[in-house]
C-alpha cells in the first residue's frame, strides 16, 4: 500500500503491458537510470516466461521529474515501437479527477467523502451525479457539486448526453457508488476502464438484481461484494476486489443488506485507492493488482 | 463449539422444529425440569414470532439418562401430538457412523482421517468406498474396511446398490470427500439430509463442474468452498457451511486447486462436526446451524 | 444479529446472570408464558452445568408490555430473591442515550454518527464531549450538542467534574471514540460496566500507547483493534470485539495507522451495537456476547 | 504463490540486500539479460528511496543454468563487492532439506508430512527428531528416519551435541512442528535464520508458556499462531507468517487449543512453503515476504 498523505512532486508511476521478451527489464531500467531515477517499487508479472504477458509497475523518485517528463515520454514512445508495449506515465503530483454517480442509497458515497476529506483517497471531485435529489444536501456540505439528472428508459440517451456534457474535460475516471442505472455501451466507450462498479454479491455469485434476496433465499452463510470495472456485459467486467462478510440464520434479508453495506463500502474504496495508485492493469476481461 | 475429548454418558441433546407457538419452551423445559435435567446449552430461533417456524436446540446432563431414555422419548412423543412438532434426542454416547465416499484426489479423506484419529470428529467409520483403487493404502493403515465399487454410467444403479448393500444398517450418515459421481434419486432417498458434500466453489457462483478453471477464467479475487446436504438438485442443496481465501493474479489455476483445497477440507470437517454434534437442523432449501 | 430499522413498542430483552441451579430455564419460562410472552429468541450458557454460572437473554414479544412491565419485573424481583440472580429488562422502546468521547482524531466518531444517521445504531446521543474544539463543526452539523472541556494532568479532577454534571441524568453510557485521556477510577465508578472503549491494537499485545509504532518496530503481520469496557487497569477491561488485518513490509508506520483506523471504526461499532442491543453480559473480566 | 508441482531445471532465484543506491536493478537486470536469462517474476522494495534498505527477489529461466551458474555467481560476487550487497542465487532443481523437530503433539508434525508427499512443500525431509517416542510410528510410516533424543535440563547439551551431529552436512534448515524444548545460543547459532518455529498464540500476546489457557483467562475473542524464525530472544524472532481464529464465550480452554491447531498448522506450513521457494529475506529482527 502507498496511502502518502501528500503527493510527492518528483514520484512516478510506471505502468507496462506487452508480450514476453527478452530484454525489456534491463532496456526499461537502463533508461530509468539514465535519467538517474531512484526505484522505490518494482512490481513485475509474466502470464509464463516463455510466450505469455509480461506486465509491470515501476515507482520511482526523480528530482527533475517535472522538465524531464516529456523527454522520458519521448523515449518511452520510442521504446514503445520496438517492442511492443503499451505503458502508461503516470505523475503522482497529477491529481486525477473521479466523479462519483449515486442514486438513494448513500453509505457507499459518505464512505468516499469521508476517505477525500481526510485525505486517504487522494483525488479531485469537480462533481456528484444522481438521478434522485436525495444526496444534495451530504454532498454540498462537503463543497462538491451536486447534479441531479432524472432518468427513465424514455430519457436514457437524453440523460446521458447532459452527464457526459458535465463529465467532459473534468474527469478522468467515474465511480458508480450504488448507482442503479445501466450505462449505454455510447457512454462506456467514452471511459474504457475507467469507470468502476460496486456489486453488492461476491460476483459471479448472484450477478444481475436483488442479490441480498437472492443470498437470504439461498441460505449462503457468506455474503460478499465486488468492486470491478464496467464493461457492456453486466456485472462481468474485470474484478478489482472483492470480499465477504458472515452471515447465519438469525439474519433476515434486511440484516444482509446492513451487514452488505459495510463490505461494499469497504470494497470499493479499495478498488478505488488501488485505482488512484496505478496499481491496477486490465488484460482481457481480468485485472492485473500490485497492491 | 463443543469438541469434548471424550463422551460423556448422560448427555443428550434434543433438537425440536414446530411452527410457532406460545408456550413450547415453557412446555419442554418444564418436561426436563420434571427429570432433573441439567440445561447445559440453550439455543432457540424463531423466524417470526407470529406466525413463524419456531427452532430450538437444547444440550442437558441426565444422571439417569440410560434408564430414562425411553420414558423421555415417550413424553416427547405425546407432547409432539399436542404441539406439533419434530423432534429428534440423541444421546452423546451413542457415536454416529459415518461412511466417507471418496474419488482420486484424497486431501479431503486425510483430513477426515487425522481428525478422526485425533479425536475431533467423534465418529466410528465403518468404510470408507471409492470409485478407484487409489485410497486402499491410506484408509487401512488407519484399520479402517475399504471397498472399491468402480462406477460408470452403465453400472451406475448395479454399483449404488452394492454400496447401499454395504452401509445397510451400518451406516447413519455419509460424506462425499471429493467423490466426483453423481449420486441417483433412488440413492439419496435412502439418506434424507444424512449426505455431507464439499463443492469446490462458493456456492451458487461455478456451480457444475471444474469451477476452478472458470473462478481463475473469471478472475475472481476469492476462491471458496461449500459444505451441503445433498438433494436430487446438483449443488443445490441446504448449505451448511463455506469459506473462501483470497487469491491474485500471481496464482494461475493449478495453485488455485491447492489453494481450494485447505479451503475444502477446513469447511468439510466443519460441517461434519456440526452435523455430529447436532447442532444443523434443515428448514426447506436452508439450515439453522446453532454453531 | 438484530437490526431491526425500528424499534418495536412490544419487545424486551431480559437478561439474567446467576449459579447454576436446577429449575431457572423452566422458572422464567414459565413466567413469561403466565403473560402470554412470545420468545423470539433465547440463549443461554452455562460455564459448568454443575456448579458453574448461568447466563441467560431471553428476546420476546408481549403485547402488553407498556402496562404490565411494572408487575413483571416486580415478579423477576421476587424470583431473584429465591435463586439468586442478577437480572435486567430492557424494552426495546426505551431508546438509550449514549455520549461520545473524542479528542482530535475523528474517524471513530464520524462512523458513529453516521450509523446513528442511518439508524443503524438506534440510540440517542445527547452529546458529545472532547479535550479539544477540533470536531465541533462535524458534530454540530449533525444537530448534536458539543462541549469542549480542555484536559490537562492539573485540571484533570475539575475537567472529570464538568463532564460528570453534563452527564448527570442525560446518558445511559458513555463510548470513548479514540478519547486520548485516561479517567479517574472516581469518573469510572459512576458509569461501571458502562464505558466502552476502543483500542488501536489486539490486546493484549501492545498494551499503552503508541500500539502501531510498537507493531510496526516488531514487524507484525496482523494488525488490529480491540473494543473494550473501561476498568479501573488500562487496557485490561472486559474485551466485547476484537479484529484484525493483514498488514505487510510495504506499509510504513502511517500506513498502518490508515489501515487500523477501519479495523478501529467497525470493531467499536459493533460494540457499541451489541451493548445497545442488551446482548453483552459481564463476567469476572470477560464478557458473555449472545451475538 | 509458486507451488508448482515439479521443480524446474533451469529456474532460479537471486535474492539481494543491499543499502539503497542508483543504478542497482539496471545493473542486475543488465547482468542477467547478458545471459539471456529470461524473469518470471520481479520484486523489489526499499525501505526509502534515498537512503533505506533495498529487497530484491528475481526468479527467472535459464536454459544453460546448470553450466552456467558457477560463472554467474563469480559475476555475483564481483558486483557484491562494488556496491556492496549480500546475495543468495539458489536454484530449483536443488531441494532444500529439511528436519522436522516434534515433541508430543503431532497436529503440526501429520500436516508437514502430508503436504511433503502431496508435494505441496517440495523438500526432502532426511529425518524427524523428537524428545519423544511417540511419533516414532506415525514418521516411519512416511518412510523418514525418525531418532529419538531425549532432553533433560541436565542432558541438554549432551541431547543437543547428539542432534547436531546427527544434522551435519545432512540438513538445510530445521522446523521447530510444536517442539517444547528451548534451543541453546550455541545450537542456534549454527542456523541463523534457518530454524522456523511455530509459536501458539499471536505474538507479541502471550509470549512464553501457556497461551491459550492465558488467552482464556484473558477472553480475548480471538486466537492465533505466529511463525518466526528463531533468535536467542524467546518468541522474539522475525515473525514471518500471522493468522488468528474467531472463538467466542462457548469455548472453553481445551477448545481453544483445538481451534489453534487448525491455525497453527496452517500457519507453519505457509511459512515453510515460503522459506523454500527463498521468498523471505530477514532484516535486522523483521522479514521481508515477497509472497
Known amino acids: ?155 436514457k440517451e437524453e440523460s446521458e448526453r447532459a452527464a457526459l456534457a458535465l463529465l467532459q474535460d473534468k474527469v478522468d475516471f467515474i465511480v458508480l457508488a450504488r448507482y442503479m442505472q445501466i450505462l449505454s455501451p455510447r457512454f462506456i466507450a467514452k471511459y474504457p476502464n475507467q469507470i468502476i462498479n460496486i456489486h453488492h454479491s461476491f460476483l459471479p455469485a448472484f450477478i444481475g438484481a436483488n442479490p441480498y434476496q437472492r443470498a437470504f433465499t439461498r441460505g449462503v452463510k457468506l455474503i460478499g461484494a465486488t468492486a470491478h470495472y464496467v464493461t457492456n456485459d453486466l456485472d462481468e467486467g474485470p474484478i478489482i476486489e472483492q470480499d465477504v462478510i458472515r452471515v447465519n440464520h438469525r439474519q433476515n434479508e434486511t440484516d444482509l443488506k446492513v451487514a452488505g453495506r459495510h463490505v461494499e463500502r469497504n470494497v470499493l474504496a479499495q478498488a478505488i485507492s488501488w485505482h488512484v495508485e496505478d496499481k491496477v492493469i486490465v488484460y482481457g476481461n481480468k485485472t492485473i493488482v500490485f497492491a
Open 1 to 155: 500500500m502507498d496511502r502518502n498523505m501528500t503527493k510527492n512532486g518528483n514520484r512516478a508511476v510506471l505502468l507496462i503491458s506487452c508480450p514476453e521478451r527478452l530484454g525489456i527489464i534491463s532496456a526499461v531500467s537502463n533508461l530509468l537510470f539514465s535519467y538517474k531515477a531512484n526505484i522505490v517499487q518494482f512490481d513485475q508479472h509474466t502470464t509464463d516466461s516463455r510466450d505469455g504477458m509480461f506486465f509491470m509497475r515501476i515507482q520511482f523518485d526523480l528530482d527533475t521529474l517535472p522538465e524531464a517528463y516529456p523527454k522520458l515520454a519521448q523515449d518511452l514512445s520510442a521504446m514503445a515501437e520496438e517492442y511492443p508495449m503499451e505503458w502508461r506515465l503516470s505523475k503522482e503530483s497529477q491529481i486525477k479527477r473521479m466523479a462519483i454517480f449515486v442514486s438513494k442509497m448513500d453509505h457507499c458515497l459518505v464512505e468516499l467523502l469521508w476517505r477525500w476529506k481526510s485525505k486517504e483517497i487522494l483525488v479531485d471531485i469537480p462533481m456528484v451525479i444522481s438521478n434522485h435529489p436525495d444526496a444534495k444536501e451530504t454532498v454540498e456540505a462537503y463543497g462538491i457539486p451536486f447534479y441531479h439528472i432524472p432518468m427513465s428508459s424514455q430519457s
